[in-house]
């Protein structure tokens, strides 16, 4: 269980909010949340965003060894 205080429009006030049984299998990063003072359903925007690698560093192969 992880309960989150977030503020309620519907409330007015800061408010206990648990997720519900999500049933779009987004498991524990579903982004919607239930205000548990008035049964509201909120959704969370909380993406994480990875950033695009734009210089990916290229694996040179090495220069294998001397020969000495
Ligand atoms: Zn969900
Ligand atoms: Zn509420």
Redesign the pocket.
């Known amino acids: 269980m992880s309960d989150r205080e977030l503020y309620?429009d519907?409330?007015e006030g800061v408010?206990p909010f648990e997720m519900p049984p999500c049933a779009d299998g987004h498991g524990a990063d579903c982004p919607e949340l239930l205000?548990t003072?008035?049964g509201?359903a909120v959704l969370i925007a909380t993406f994480a965003f990875q950033p695009t690698r734009l210089t990916d560093r290229r694996r040179r192969p090495s220069a294998g060894r001397h020969a000495a």
């Open positions: 309620c519907t409330c408010q205000c003072g008035c509201t």
